[in-house]
């Protein structure tokens, strides 16, 4: 087996298709169906489908698809890796947030990774949870920030980085600092969409409580949310993150909610089985670091760190 089958294959299912693929590699197709032939009969398994419409990967291939993926991506990272054994470490590191967690800590961890790791430089990907959780899955990110999901990938390895409270954001002045999930199904909610984390544990808590979920929409950037609340539209359900910054004047009322408390963790996380690059494991160390230093001087309000 040789590395130039494993980024050939790899290259043909991402374009789901010989003839594109081989465009793309400069290979002239018949050599290119040649390598999966070989590749095919040296595991002794089809690993391609072939039909009129394009090529897609079998069981076995997509298993193979995501083992060359790790292949590929550790022997590009050989001379980063290799370099920064003499020298401050130097890299790329892709990292996915969610929208709301994004809004305070990917500033503070720009500003860290700036000064304490000067030669490595992020690449962040804005996206929810279930988005996210493909891209870190495909390869595509060295690093994600998931919220918990109800069936989450067997691929990726979670470790709990913190816990967030849910508020009942509305535009009317509360007079209280907290409100109950009774006083919460009384409003018309605007929500993100069933695979939504969030959205989730709120589903699931009126339905343990036996109450009616009211939606007037569904929308899952926070920022236009609290901007329809604020417009009169109706009441949402968030953490404090995805207001930050949070600023006076704005007309919204923000109370905690209780009996019983909505929750939600968020998790680092990175592939299962694949030892992480020195930059990637020095840039997960960081994101550790900067959030526990937001949650310590109460910038990052309604979060606590895990220990």
């Given at each position: ?22 465009a ?19 595991l ?18 997509h ?12 022997m ?18 892709a ?13 503070a ?11 490595i ?39 709990r ?9 509305t ?86 909610i209780v009996r ?18 020195h ?20 910038a ?8």
């Amino acid at each position: 087996m040789e590395l130039r089958q494993l980024r050939y294959f790899v290259r043909i299912v991402d374009l789901g298709s010989l003839s594109k693929a081989a465009a793309d590699l400069y290979v002239a197709q018949p050599a290119l169906s040649k390598q999966m032939a070989a590749l095919e009969g040296e595991l002794r398994t089809a690993l391609l489908v072939r039909s009129p419409r394009g090529v897609t990967a079998t069981e076995a291939g997509h298993t193979f698809y995501r083992q060359a993926q790790s292949v590929l991506r550790q022997m590009a990272r050989i001379p980063d890796e290799v370099r920064s054994a003499e020298a401050s470490p130097t890299g790329v590191v892709a990292i996915g947030m969610p929208f709301s967690a994004s809004n305070i800590l990917a500033p503070a961890l720009v500003k860290a990774v700036g000064e304490r790791l000067p030669g490595i430089r992020l690449a962040i990907t804005q996206q929810g949870s279930g988005q996210l959780e493909g891209l870190l899955a495909g390869g595509r990110l060295d690093l994600g920030l998931l919220y918990e999901r109800a069936r989450p990938s067997p691929q990726i390895e979670e470790q709990r980085l913190l816990t967030e409270e849910l508020y009942l954001v509305t535009r009317a002045p509360g007079s209280k600092a907290s409100a109950t999930l009774a006083e919460a199904a009384r409003q018309r909610l605007i929500l993100p969409g069933p695979f939504n984390s969030t959205r989730q544990v709120v589903e699931r808590a009126f339905i343990k409580a036996g109450l009616e979920l009211g939606l007037a929409a569904e929308v899952d950037v926070p920022w236009s949310s609290a901007a329809m609340v604020a417009a009169g539209l109706g009441a949402t359900i968030v953490s404090r993150s995805a207001l930050y910054p949070e600023r006076p004047g704005s007309g919204l009322s923000v109370r905690r909610i209780v009996r019983p408390a909505l929750t939600r963790a968020l998790n680092l996380c990175n592939v299962r089985g694949e030892t992480p690059a020195h930059t990637v494991a020095l840039v997960s160390h960081t994101v550790r670091q900067v959030a526990h230093d937001l949650i310590e001087r109460g910038a990052w309000r309604g979060a606590a760190s895990h220990t």
